[in-house]
């Protein structure tokens, strides 16, 4: 699953810091400067997979892994999730996301209408999907606690609920 992928991940950074010297886990500007200030590389965690937060309550899930100094992450990555739509990048994707929503929700004589499923794309072959509910309370929750916001791979109506969200904050 994403989330043992990443805990590997993330345990394998905080092993490699206990070991080396010149590498510094930062969560926040000031402790970036201080590492610089002293030679180290600061180094902020990243997670980039795409159900990163599950299905289950997403805000224990971020909490974890803001615990585990994670302070930027992508909200969608090759697939639309929970939160937000992606940019549609590479036929494969396509073809991915026909499939799970097929097997989610239809049926085999439906089949005949294979355009029924998958990306939501408009005339110009763009996902419709933009931030959902969920992916409006996460982008506040992200502003509150001060984690930048990475557009890498989210749909343009994404970024554009994004941009409505962090304007009129």
């Known amino acids: 699953s ?3 992928a990443v805990d590997r991940q993330l345990d394998a950074a905080h092993a490699f810091e206990k070991t080396h010297s010149w590498f510094r886990i930062v969560s926040s500007p000031e402790e970036a400067r201080a590492a610089i200030a002293l030679g ?3 180094v902020v965690l ?9 299905d289950g309550p997403w805000m224990a899930e971020l909490n974890r892994l803001y615990q585990q100094d994670v302070r930027t992450f992508q909200i ?10 992606v940019a549609i990048h590479h036929p494969i994707f396509r073809v991915i996301a026909w499939y799970l929503d097929f097997k989610a ?3 085999w004589y439906q089949l005949i209408k294979p355009w ?5 794309r408009d005339s110009d072959g763009k996902n ?13 929750e992200m502003m509150a606690r001060g984690i930048p916001i990475d557009l890498a791979h989210l749909s343009e109506k ?12």
């Open 2 to 4: 994403d989330r043992s």
């Open 40 to 42: 180290k590389l600061a």
């Open 46 to 54: 990243s997670v980039e997979v795409s159900h990163f937060l599950g």
């Open 76 to 85: 969608a990555v090759q697939l639309n999730n929970r939160f937000a739509g």
């Open 105 to 107: 929700r239809g049926h």
């Open 116 to 120: 029924k499923f998958g990306f939501d």
């Open 128 to 140: 419709r999907q933009g931030l959902t509910p969920e992916g409006k309370a996460l982008v506040n």
């Open 158 to 169: 994404t970024v554009h609920d994004i941009q409505e969200i962090t304007t009129a904050n």
